[in-house]
C-alpha cells in the first residue's frame, strides 16, 4: 500500500480530476471522472479497505466535499477551454472577414468579388457554394462563379431552377439555397450555398455568412457608384466633345460662306443684269444661300432631336415674334406680302422667342414657295382659355394626298412637282414638329376649302 | 450719298470676306483700312482717324470682346460686329460690352449697307443733336426739351414711361438694345429681370406708334436679344 498520507491523496484525487477534465470535452468527462475517482479513494484508501463500506461516517463530509470540488473544477476547466475555442473561432473569422474585405477593396470588378465572396463562403462553410451576378438594370447573369471540391472556381452556365427572379433569389432549386445581397431595395448578386449545408450551419457559421454577403454587398455597391461616376464623366466628355464639334461646323461652314456670298453679291453688282454672266454669279449666290439653309437647319435639328435642348421659355408677346418672322421673310422675298390678323389685345404666350419665329419662318417660306406672288399668305392668331393656336394659310397649290401622311417627315420632299424646281431640304417641316412638340403643342396641316393649304400649330397659356 | 468721306475700319482675318466688304465700302464711296488681328486693328485705331469699325469676334490673337472693351475706353465710335457665332448670350454680351450692332454671318452686302448708314447717320445726329433737341425717324419724331412725341405732325400722348422708352430708343438710332439695357435704363436696377413688363409696355407704344403692331416700322424686336429704332 503506498504510504501516503490521506491529504496528499486528496490532492492527487482533485489533480487527476482536473487534468481529466482538461483533456476531454464537455461536463460528463469531468463528472464522471470525479465520481469514479471518489469511489476508487473509498475502495482502496477507507476503512474497511477494499470495499465501498465506511466505518467512519465523518468520510461523508471529506466525501461531500471532494465531490463538490471535483465537480466544480471540472466545470470551471470544461467552460474555460469553452471560451478559448469560442475566442479561437472568433479570431479566425474576423480574421477570414478582414482578409476578405481586403481583397473586396481591391476588386476591380464584379466578377473578381464573386469570386472573393465564393471562395471565402466555401472555406468558412465548408462546401462549394456559388455566385450569380446581376447587371445594373437588375437582370441576372446567365452564367455563375462556382468552387470546386478541388479549391479551384469555374464559371458555367445557370440551370432553369437556379435562375433567380428580377427581384430576387428562386426557391424552386432542391440542392442550393439562395441568398440575395441587397443595396438600396436592389439586388446585386444572389449567393448559392448547398441545402444540406444551410441545415446544418452553426450559428457562427449562419453569423459569418450575414457578414460574408454584408461585406459583398458593401463592395458591390462601391463598385457600382464607381462605375455610374465613370460613366457620367464619359457622357460629359462625350457631349463637350459633340457640342464643340457642333460649334466647329457652324463656325468653319458659316464663315467660308459668307465670302462664297459675298464674293458672287460684289459680282453680280459689278456686272450688268443682260450680261450672261450675271446668271453665273447669281446661280452662285443661289446655290451658297441653299447651302447655308441646309447647313443650319441640319445644326438645328441635330440640337433638337438629340432630346438635350433646354428651352428657354419666357412670357413673349405673340405680336413680337410674328414681327420679327416677318422680317426675315421680308429679306428674303421683299415683293412677297404677308397679311396678319392677330387680336388687338396683347397675347403672352410662354415660348422660346427664338424657335418659335423658327417655326413661322419656315411654315411661311413653304407657304411663299407653294403660292403665286399675287395670291394671299395669311398669319392669323386665335386664343382659348388653355392655348394659342397660329395659323399659316396660303391659297397656293395644297397638299396632295400622296404628300400629306408624310408631311413632318424628316427629309421627305414632295414627288408631285417638276423636276426642275429646285427641292427643298425636306427638314423645315420636321423643325417645326420638333419645336412645337417640345412645347408641348400640337401642329398639323389641311388643305382649304377654296384651294390652297394652312399649317396650325397651338402653343398652350400656362407655362408648366 | 457719294459725299461721304467717313473712314471704316475692318478687322477680319479672313481675307474673302474682308475683301468683299472692303469691295462695297469703296462702292458706297467710303475710305476704308484693313486689319487682320487685334494688334493690328489697335495700331490703325491709334495712327488714324476711324468713324466707324466692323469687327469679327473670331480674331487670331484676341476676342472681339477684349478690341470692344478697349475700344469702349476712349472712343464712342460706332462698332458693327460680325461674327459666325449666332449664340444669343454672343450677341448680347458684346452688344452689352458696347457693340452698337450685331451681323451674324453669312449677311448679304446689302443688309450691312444699311446698318453702316444707320449708324452713320445717327454719328452726325449726335453731333447736332445738343443744338436740335427734335429728332424725327420717318414720322414719328420726339422734342427732348418739351418731353413731347409727335406722330404724322400731330402731339400723341404717351405715359411718362413710354416717354422714357422712347427717348432712349431716339438716343441710340440704329443701335440694337438689349432687353437687359433697357430694363436698368426705364425701372433702374433691381428690376433687372421683370422682362414681361418690358414686353407689356412695348407692346402699348407699339399700338401708339405702329400702323400694325405685329409689322413694327420704328421698332423692331430682335428676337433673344433686344429693340432698335430704324429709320428707314
Not at chain 1, 439562395?178 to 436592389?186: E, S, T, W
Not at chain 1, 414638329?433 to 388643305?447: P, Y
Amino acid at each position: 500500500m503506498l504510504d501516503f498520507h490521506e491529504t496528499n491523496v486528496v490532492v492527487v484525487f482533485i489533480f487527476s480530476v482536473l487534468l481529466i477534465s482538461r483533456m476531454t470535452r464537455g461536463y460528463a468527462y469531468g463528472i464522471c471522472s470525479s465520481v469514479i475517482s471518489l469511489l476508487l479513494f473509498n475502495w482502496f484508501f477507507t476503512k474497511p479497505y477494499y470495499t465501498l463500506k465506511v466505518n467512519d461516517l465523518t468520510y461523508f463530509i471529506t466525501f461531500a466535499i471532494m465531490t463538490f470540488t471535483s465537480i466544480m473544477t471540472s466545470a470551471l476547466t470544461t467552460k474555460e477551454k469553452q471560451a478559448a475555442a469560442e475566442a479561437y473561432e472568433r479570431e479566425y473569422e474576423s480574421n477570414a472577414l478582414y482578409q476578405m474585405t481586403n481583397r473586396l477593396t481591391d476588386a476591380e470588378d464584379a466578377s473578381e468579388i464573386a469570386e472573393i465572396i465564393v471562395k471565402t463562403s466555401s472555406d468558412v462553410l465548408n462546401c462549394n457554394t456559388a455566385c450569380i451576378c446581376f447587371d445594373e438594370n437588375g437582370v441576372p447573369e446567365k452564367t455563375l462563379i462556382q468552387h470546386k471540391s478541388d479549391g479551384t472556381l469555374v464559371r458555367r452556365e445557370l440551370t432553369p431552377a437556379e435562375e433567380p427572379g428580377r427581384n430576387g433569389p428562386a426557391d424552386t432549386s432542391d440542392s442550393e439555397c439562395q441568398y440575395p445581397i441587397y443595396a438600396k431595395n436592389m439586388v446585386l448578386a444572389v449567393l448559392l450555398v448547398p441545402r444540406d449545408t444551410c441545415s446544418t450551419m452553426s450559428a457562427s457559421q449562419t453569423r459569418m455568412l450575414h457578414s460574408i454577403i454584408e461585406s459583398a454587398a458593401l463592395a458591390l455597391e462601391r463598385l457600382r457608384s464607381l462605375q455610374a461616376q465613370a460613366k457620367s464623366r464619359e457622357e460629359a466628355t462625350q457631349e463637350r466633345y459633340r457640342s464643340n464639334l457642333l460649334r466647329a461646323i457652324s463656325h468653319d461652314i458659316r464663315t467660308p460662306l459668307s465670302g462664297i456670298m459675298g464674293t458672287s453679291e460684289m459680282l453680280m453688282d459689278k456686272l450688268k443684269e443682260e450680261d450672261p454672266n450675271y446668271v453665273l454669279a447669281e446661280d452662285i449666290y443661289q446655290d451658297a444661300e441653299w447651302l447655308h439653309n441646309l447647313v443650319e437647319n441640319i445644326l438645328n435639328l441635330t440640337k433638337l432631336r438629340d432630346g438635350k435642348l433646354v428651352l428657354d421659355k419666357q412670357p413673349e408677346a405673340i405680336e413680337e415674334v410674328i414681327g420679327a418672322a416677318l422680317m426675315v421673310m421680308e429679306k428674303r422675298i421683299p415683293d412677297r406680302v404677308i397679311d396678319v390678323d392677330i387680336p388687338d389685345e396683347v397675347i403672352m404666350v410662354p415660348m422660346d422667342a427664338k424657335l418659335i419665329s423658327q417655326v413661322l419662318v419656315n411654315l411661311l417660306d413653304n407657304a411663299s414657295k407653294h403660292t403665286p406672288k399675287d395670291r394671299e399668305i395669311l398669319i392669323s392668331v386665335k386664343t382659348d382659355n388653355e392655348k394659342a393656336s397660329i395659323a399659316v394659310a396660303d391659297r397656293g397649290t395644297g397638299i396632295s394626298e400622296q404628300d400629306m401622311p408624310h408631311l413632318f417627315q424628316m427629309f421627305y420632299t414632295t414627288r408631285s412637282k417638276d423636276s426642275d424646281t429646285r427641292h427643298g431640304v425636306g427638314l423645315g417641316l420636321a423643325i417645326c414638329q420638333s419645336i412645337v412638340e417640345a412645347h408641348k403643342g400640337t401642329i398639323s396641316a389641311q388643305n382649304r376649302s377654296g384651294g390652297g393649304a394652312v399649317f396650325t400649330f397651338t402653343l398652350p397659356l400656362e407655362s408648366d | 450719298m457719294i459725299n461721304q468721306n467717313e473712314t471704316i475700319l475692318i478687322v477680319e482675318d479672313d481675307s474673302q470676306i474682308h475683301n468683299f466688304i472692303a469691295y462695297i465700302l469703296k462702292q458706297e464711296g467710303f475710305s476704308c483700312f484693313i486689319a487682320k488681328s487685334a494688334q493690328n486693328a489697335m495700331a490703325v485705331l491709334l495712327s488714324q482717324k476711324i468713324d466707324l469699325m466692323i469687327l469679327d469676334m473670331g480674331l487670331p490673337d484676341l476676342d472681339g470682346m477684349e478690341v470692344i472693351r478697349k475700344v469702349r475706353e476712349w472712343s464712342e465710335m460706332p462698332i458693327i460686329v460680325v461674327s459666325a457665332r449666332d449664340q444669343d448670350k454672343d450677341k448680347v454680351s458684346a452688344l452689352d460690352a458696347g457693340a452698337d450692332d450685331y451681323l451674324t454671318k453669312p449677311f448679304s452686302a446689302a443688309e450691312l449697307m444699311a446698318r453702316i448708314r444707320v449708324l452713320i447717320r445717327h454719328l452726325h445726329q449726335t453731333v447736332k443733336s445738343s443744338a436740335q433737341p427734335v429728332i424725327s425717324v420717318g414720322e414719328l419724331s420726339i422734342d427732348f426739351e418739351k418731353r413731347q412725341v409727335f406722330l404724322k405732325g400731330e402731339t400723341l400722348h404717351v405715359t411718362p414711361l413710354e416717354y422714357n422708352l422712347l427717348s432712349l430708343f431716339f438716343r441710340n438710332i440704329g443701335k440694337v438694345l438689349t432687353t437687359q439695357f433697357i430694363l436698368k435704363e426705364i425701372y433702374g436696377i433691381g428690376y433687372g429681370t421683370d422682362t414681361q413688363a418690358l414686353r407689356a409696355l412695348m407692346a402699348g407704344l407699339r399700338r401708339k406708334i405702329e400702323p400694325v403692331p405685329a409689322r413694327p416700322r420704328y421698332i423692331l424686336t430682335e428676337i433673344g436679344v433686344g429693340y432698335r429704332l430704324v429709320d428707314e
